[in-house]
């Protein structure tokens, strides 16, 4: 019988802990839904009917989340760069 250290148990029961969502597929194994089936078609639609459409408000709000995804890059970047010549700087000192 092979004995577990406590961390080993403490990761064993942190497995247990998370919850997992189903894929796609092992969803349609428990739920059979023929509407389902034309699911792609649907969000097609739905991306050619309200995301090309700059007066929506979801449009809006996805084109402001990429602007702040690019602005904290941007801002990760020189926190980068300022650690890089913090550390240069205190060598040489």
Request: glycine residues 0%.
């Amino acid at each position: 019988m092979d004995l577990l250290s406590s961390s080993e148990c403490i990761e064993s029961v942190d497995k247990l802990r998370t919850i997992r969502p189903f894929t796609e597929s092992q969803l349609l194994t428990l739920y059979n839904n023929n509407q389902l089936e034309t699911n792609n078609s649907f969000i097609e639609h739905f991306i050619q009917q309200n995301l090309r459409n700059e007066s929506n408000r979801l449009y809006e709000l996805l084109v402001e989340l990429e602007k702040c995804r690019e602005r904290h890059n941007d801002s990760n970047n020189k926190v980068e760069e300022l650690k890089n010549n913090c550390d240069s700087l205190q060598e040489k000192a």
